[in-house]
Every structure is written in C-alpha cells, then in structure tokens.
C-alpha cells in the first residue's frame, strides 16, 4: 500500500540556518499534500495545502517543493528561529480502493537553538 | 476559539481498566478522526466518521477500542481493558467535509498513562 517516509526524525540548527525536511511518498496518483507542526502539548496545525499543479509554494518563512518525477515533498525553512522549534509532519493524500486515504510520516523533531 | 475541544488532557489508568475519552469537534464539521500518536509509529488512524456514520474503523484497533458519535457535535473513544501499551497521546480532528482531501483541525490530545 501506500507509504510515506520522511527524514530525518530529528534535527537540530543554530538560529538563522536553514531547515529542510524531506518526504517521500510512493503512490504517483497522490494529489494533496500537507505539512502540519505540532508544538509541545498542542495538537497539529497546518502549515501549508498543496495541490499536485504547484511545484513551488511560498509562505511565511518557509517553502514547500513538490517533485512529482522523484515523488519527493519537501519543507524548507528559510531562517529558522527558535519558535520554529516543533514537530513537523507531512501527510499524502491518495485514492485507495477503500476511498480517500490519508497517510502522515513519522514526523521530525526540529530544534531551533539561538 | 471554538477548535477541536479534547477531554481529558492526561489520564493515568490501571491495566485493565475502562477509560473513556471525548471530542468535540468544530462546529459545522462533518468529518471526525481518532488518531493514537506514538514515537515509534507516529500517526495511526483509530476511526473516521463521516456525519456521524463510521467510514473506517483501523483493523488492528478493533477489539478493544470503540469510537463513538450519537450526535454531530460529540464522540467517544473507549478502550477497554487498556494495557500498558496503549500509552500514547490520542488526538481527535475534524474537518468541514472531503475526508483525506481537507485540512484537519486538531485538539490538543489525551495523554494516556496505563500503568
């Protein structure tokens, strides 16, 4: 079946260096994908939606890449700050044959140190 | 901020014992998840109701896990008997409608100690 693997588990960076975390997912009909971080204690928060058209997506501090040809889905922080430490989870949508499915990683603990 | 409410935050219980734990999702969703999340397995499906009708029910939970929802705004996740290896943070979401294809709001999760 489906299945997403993101690395790495854990990872550590001064203030102001960059972050990136990496998922790769199997099924190439997947069309939906998310990254979500949970802070400590809290629940999970999405970060950014992405359809399969968009390769490149902006946000505040952050970019997410979608390689479709590598089945790759990656979170870029640019400037990470100690705020940004947290769990961070991606999560592929695909069609099985039970419906939509819904797959998370394992998730990456990122640790932000000034 | 009328989110995904979870109750209890933290529950300690015995091997063998009975624990119920609720969710509230936002008002106006459709969907509900019951997810258990551990370090070693991360994000494990329990159950998903769509307008309160079971649509998935996770195979390995089956036996002694039953979510339930008699109405929109409510469910319930029971385990009984637990074991000391279902300790883990259990977290319910919802969302508008879509299933897979939508954005999840969380709660904040149970955490649950079984001794």
């Known amino acids: 079946g489906e299945q997403v693997e993101q690395r790495p588990p854990h990872l550590s960076v001064r203030e102001g260096d960059s972050a990136v975390i990496i998922c790769t997912y199997t099924d190439p009909n997947s069309y939906y994908f998310f990254w979500y971080k949970q802070e400590p204690g809290a629940g999970l928060q999405l970060l950014m939606k992405?359809?399969?058209?968009?390769e490149i997506n902006e946000g505040q501090g952050f970019t997410v890449l979608l390689n479709k040809k590598d089945k790759q889905l990656s979170l870029n922080l640019t400037a990470a700050h100690p705020g940004d430490s947290a769990v961070y989870f991606c999560?592929?949508?695909?069609?099985?044959?039970?419906?939509?499915?819904?797959?998370f990683g394992i998730g990456t603990l990122l640790s932000v140190k000034p | 901020d009328a989110g995904v409410t979870q109750t209890p935050r933290h529950e300690v219980a015995e091997k063998g014992q009975t624990i119920i734990l609720k969710c509230e999702p936002v008002?106006?969703?459709?969907?509900l998840f019951w997810y258990r999340q551990t370090k070693i397995q991360g994000l494990e499906l329990l159950s998903y109701f769509r307008s309160k009708s079971l649509m998935e029910d996770g195979g390995a939970f089956k036996d002694r896990f039953k979510a339930e929802m008699l109405n929109s705004s409510f469910s319930t996740l029971k385990i009984q008997p637990t074991e000391p290896k279902d300790s883990a943070v259990y977290l319910c979401a919802s969302s508008l409608q879509g299933g897979s294809n939508e954005r999840l709001f969380f709660g904040h999760g149970t955490k649950l100690s079984v001794l």
């Open positions: 992405v359809f399969s058209s968009t």
């Open positions: 008002s106006g969703h459709n969907d």
């Open positions: 999560a592929v949508s695909f069609y099985g044959s039970s419906g939509n499915k819904l797959i």
